[in-house]
């Protein structure tokens, strides 16, 4: 019996540049085999630009040629265990059959993956439709059934809603039940829980699970997260520039991991790390680097704990109420609100990290950007430095946003893609009118730029040209431009590889060491949250569910809501 797909020292090369100069090409796989069988899940784990989802759109061709070239291998697909076929020789029509049929993907993002002028209902219609001769009743009927199997509340009613009006959750289940609504023999997963909470993860991760099981699929599951995966796989697979560097079962990837950069994957987890602890990072381990120095081991608690003041409140917050109209009159006035933040108190004290955590639509977000005033408050006050944000005018607020400032979730939308970078974070000393010339700014930025381990002569580069690491640390060099005291970063390193989140953790403790500023800091991981927090908050439905030193809410939490947080937490084998 055959493997259900084997792929066979598989290379793929991306070709750029047009016009007289020699076309520039760029290996992206370079001979990796690898076998899925029947009833089986494989996991491919690696960072970003590793190779893994383009071995992944190889088995589909979903890759456009041009630019990708298939310079060697072979990627065989036997559904019955007998009879092969070469996917890569197939025709347009063959693949088109093979397709969503007999192979079908979950794809990472729902919402760019969901048709927004189609109810959900209608897109899994549609796919089932177009593989089996079936009636539009009969279509119907089992995409309510997929939609009770996938766990969604009220199929019925979910069938005629629109993906706008579903949770990230619910459009996640929404593309399973499109990707196994044909039964398919193999399934192939990218990244499919990399945006969502631990708990909706979780519940994500035990639905394939058991629909694998069910239907006897493969599985391809992608993720650059190891702690995700060993929830999940079978057997994991490795990748590095492209290569596989290490496979084996999930059981010996944790308990002996052989390559260097599978070991640092699993060390710069934070949650294998104590509350300020320096991270280590995955160049320590390839570079076969000496172990820290005792100065480097050293807890960036201890030093940050020295700027706190406790009896000092930086912040201030007074039954703080965010509240958005639901429902309507004809005449516009609102009937019914949704309560984002719903009667909050709080302080927040000099030179702490206060971490706020919660599931998304708990209010967390909302909360962060009403302390800015980037949201207005339906009622309450806000203090700062015993100052009512709520009650000055704009003017006044413009120019204390010097010292306040946010760090955005995706940097690629923070960042203006007709602005180099070096204008971008010039920008704010320009408005707040800070250093006279140009090119006492443009020192500034460079200053700046090194602080976060960028080089000088990236000031005249594009937002495009960086990796969303990179990007992530050139918005923290522009929060940083008007040396604030004050600082949130929303989920800043959410939809960062493990990896590069290290990094960036280790910056932002750095650079609080040195410019003593106050961080809220955002986030739905509690791991992430214990590592980086002096203190932590967990809001759920608006309101603060629970508050304490960081460790005592990880280690002993009370709450029921908070516990389930943390049990949701991959943690590995």
């Not at 100069?21 to 494989?42: D, F, M, Q, W």
């Not at 979780?202 to 995966?229: A, N, P, R, W």
């Not at 991981?525 to 030193?549: C, F, H, Q, T, W």
Request: proline share 5%.
């Amino acid at each position: 019996m055959n493997p259900l797909l084997r792929i066979k020292d598989l290379s793929v090369d991306f070709i750029s540049g047009s016009g007289a100069g020699a076309p520039t090409r760029t290996n992206a796989l370079g001979h990796i085999s690898l076998s899925v069988n029947k009833g089986e899940i494989v996991a491919l784990v690696g960072e970003s630009g590793s190779g893994k989802s383009v071995t992944s759109l190889s088995v589909l061709q979903l890759i456009p040629s041009p630019p990708a070239e298939y310079t060697s291998g072979q990627i065989l697909f036997s559904e019955d265990g007998e009879k092969t076929i070469d996917l890569l020789k197939l025709d347009h029509q063959s693949l088109r059959n093979i397709r969503g049929n007999k192979i079908a993907m979950i794809f990472q993002e729902p919402m760019t993956s969901l048709n927004p002028v189609l109810t959900c209902g209608e897109q899994i219609k549609e796919a089932i439709q177009s593989h089996r001769k079936v009636s539009k009743a009969i279509a119907k009927k089992e995409t309510i059934d997929w939609f009770a199997r996938v766990k969604l509340p009220l199929p019925e009613k979910m069938y005629d809603r629109y993906p706008h009006e579903l949770s990230g959750g619910q459009k996640q289940r929404v593309m399973i039940a499109m990707a196994m609504c044909c039964h398919p023999s193999l399934l192939i997963c990218d990244e499919p829980t990399t945006a969502l909470d631990v708990t909706i993860q979780k519940t994500i991760l035990h639905l394939i699970k058991e629909l694998q099981q069910q239907e006897g699929m493969g599985v391809i599951f992608i993720s650059h997260d190891l702690g995700v995966v060993a929830e999940i796989a079978d057997r994991i697979a490795v990748m590095y520039k492209g290569e596989i560097v290490e496979e084996n079962s999930t059981q010996a990837i944790f308990k002996n991991p052989q390559h260097p950069y599978t070991r640092g994957l699993l060390a710069c987890r934070p949650i294998n790390h104590q509350r300020g602890e320096r991270l280590p990072v995955v160049s320590d381990f390839l570079t076969q680097k000496k172990k820290e120095t005792e100065e480097h081991k050293k807890p960036f608690s201890q030093d940050i704990d020295d700027g706190i003041n406790p009896a000092t409140p930086l912040v201030k917050v007074d039954h703080l109420s965010v509240w958005f109209p639901a429902r309507k009159t004809l005449f516009g006035k609102a009937t019914e609100y949704i309560k984002a933040v719903d009667d909050v108190s709080l302080e927040i004290f000099k030179g702490e990290t206060l971490g706020l955590v919660g599931e998304s639509g708990c209010g967390k977000t909302t909360l962060g950007r009403a302390l800015l005033r980037l949201i207005e408050p339906t009622g309450g006050r806000i203090l700062y430095n015993n100052r009512d944000l709520t009650a000055i005018d704009k003017n006044e607020l413009r120019n204390l946003r010097r010292n306040i400032q946010i760090i955005f979730q995706d940097p690629y939308s923070s960042l203006n893609p007709r602005l180099s970078i070096g204008s971008a974070i010039s920008e704010p000393l320009k408005v707040h009118e800070i250093l006279s010339s140009t090119r006492s700014r443009k020192e500034k930025v460079v200053e700046l730029l090194e602080k976060v381990d960028l080089k000088a002569d990236h000031y005249n580069r594009y937002p495009h040209e960086f990796s969303g690491g990179q990007r992530q640390r050139i918005v923290i060099a522009r929060a940083l431009a008007l040396n604030p005291s004050f600082i949130i970063c929303d989920e800043s390193v959410a939809a960062l590889d493990v990896s590069v989140q290290a990094q960036v953790l280790n910056l932002l403790n750095d650079l609080k060491r040195e410019y003593r500023f106050t961080v809220v800091f955002i986030s739905h991981d509690l791991a992430v949250v214990r590592y980086i927090s002096d203190r932590i908050m967990v809001m759920n439905k608006g309101k603060i569910e629970e508050s304490g030193p960081a460790d005592e809410i990880y280690f002993n939490s009370r709450s029921p809501y908070t516990k389930q947080l943390i049990a949701s937490i991959p943690k590995g084998l």
